[in-house]
């Protein structure tokens, strides 16, 4: 789907009577099939769909960088389940590197070191300086590491 089952595209009363039923079907098919790892990626502000979204059984969920994090992480801890957090892909061109690293070691910091957390980039534009992907990556060593993890 990407974003075209987005709150930016479709209402909330739309995702549930259009787009929910079908997906869960789906979904839930794949795990009959025994697929383990189901991710469910839609773009954009999902932070009003965020319950019905980790409730569709995927156990991979997009959190993108105009989405509430903290509303996503209460709803897939309560469900153990995996959300990937995206860096907005503007910054990547308009930000300076010590601006990406900070983002990345906030939005580290506010998942609260729950296991289900990923840090992801979203569509790296061309022409994205390297400089701005290695200070996303020396923030993730520096929490790894135990260096930035706490406030």
Excluded at 81 to 107: C, G, K, M, W
Aim: one cysteine or more.
């Amino acid at each position: 789907f990407d974003s075209q089952s987005s709150p930016d595209l479709l209402s909330p009363a739309m995702y549930r009577e259009f787009i929910l039923g079908p997906t869960k079907r789906l979904i839930a098919s794949f795990h009959q099939l025994g697929v383990r790892h189901v991710p469910l990626i839609i773009g954009g502000n999902t932070t009003t769909i965020v319950e019905l979204y980790a409730g569709t059984g995927a156990n991979n969920i997009l959190c993108d960088s105009t989405a509430d994090g903290d509303v996503f992480l209460s709803e897939c801890s309560k469900r153990k389940i995996a959300f990937r957090r995206n860096i907005s892909s503007v910054d990547f061109l308009t930000a300076h590197p010590d601006e990406l690293r900070r983002q990345a070691l906030q939005y580290m910091r506010e998942s609260q070191m729950y296991s289900g957390f990923i840090l992801g980039t979203g569509v790296v534009p061309y022409g994205t300086p390297v400089a701005a992907l290695a200070a996303i990556r020396s923030a993730v060593e520096e929490v790894a590491a135990g260096v930035s993890a706490r406030p």
